[in-house]
T-cell receptor, first 115, second 110 residues
Framework: IAGITQAPTSQILAAGRRMTLRCTQD?????MYWYRQDLGLGLRLIHY???????GKGEVPDGYSVSRANTDDFPLTLASAVPSQTSVYFC??????????????FGEGSRLTVL | GQNIDQPTEMTATEGAIVQINCTYQ??????LFWYQQHAGEAPTFLSY????GLEEKGRFSSFLSRSKGYSYLLLKELQMKDSASYLC???????????FGTGTRLLVSP
């Protein structure tokens, strides 16, 4: 089934540990995104990539890094996790070559708890 | 920067009509999206407006006024399964990024 796959689905992590959230899409979309969703704050963009080999910072990039080595994969790394990074993380992709909508397609989310 | 406002919570009755408003103030504009998100699930695309006017898609319609920075999502013949959060999002003119409002939680009661 075509779509976006995120892993892990859920993770409890000790503060200070390094963590990588994985995201893979098979729709050949050029653009990919990482959002975090927190109660009362909605979805906030962490990092994005318009095409393989390029990345950019979103609204809340501090403490996170991304890479885009190829079209399909867009991992998000927390170098040294802190409790404020406890959140639900959504990976998304879009085909920005389409001029009519270019809507985002979301993965199922990764629930991360940092203790 | 961008600021997007929508009500936090709304309630409605099964079979009724509900209108969820969204106002935005943005430095650039290249379209407005509505997404539906059930609790514990991923957001799913509902509608898109880039020109002024009404877009209808079955029981759901979305309206846009660019001059007023205003949109609404209209849900008709409400069903229990419509209980969800509805997210308004504006696309920047630059990198196709979407900026989301905090969402409106809709509760449909029998």
């Amino acid at each position: 089934i075509a779509g976006i796959t995120q892993a892990p689905t859920s993770q409890i992590l000790a503060a200070g540990r390094r963590m990588t959230l994985r995201c893979t899409q098979d729709m050949r979309h050029n653009a990919m995104y990482w959002y975090r969703q927190d109660l009362g704050l909605g979805l906030r963009l962490i990092h994005y990539s318009n095409t393989a080999g390029t990345t950019g910072k979103g609204e809340v990039p501090d403490g996170y890094s991304v890479s885009r080595a190829n079209t399909d994969d867009f991992p998000l790394t927390l170098a040294s996790a802190v409790p404020s990074q406890t959140s639900v993380y959504f990976c998304a992709s879009s085909d920005s070559s389409r001029t009519n909508t270019g809507e985002l397609f979301f993965g199922e989310g990764s629930r991360l708890t940092v203790l | 920067g961008q600021n997007i406002d929508q009500p936090t919570e709304m309630t409605a009755t099964e079979g009724a009509i509900v209108q969820i408003n969204c106002t935005y103030q943005t430095s650039g504009f290249n379209g407005l999206f509505w997404y539906q998100q059930h609790a514990g699930e991923a957001p799913t695309f509902l509608s898109y407006n880039v020109l002024d006017g009404l877009e209808e898609k079955g029981r759901f319609s979305s309206f846009l006024s660019r001059s007023k920075g205003y949109s609404y999502l209209l849900l008709k013949e409400l069903q229990m399964k419509d209980s969800a959060s509805y997210l308004c999002a504006v696309r920047d003119t630059g990198f196709q990024k979407l900026v989301f409002g905090t969402g409106t939680r809709l509760l449909v009661s029998p």
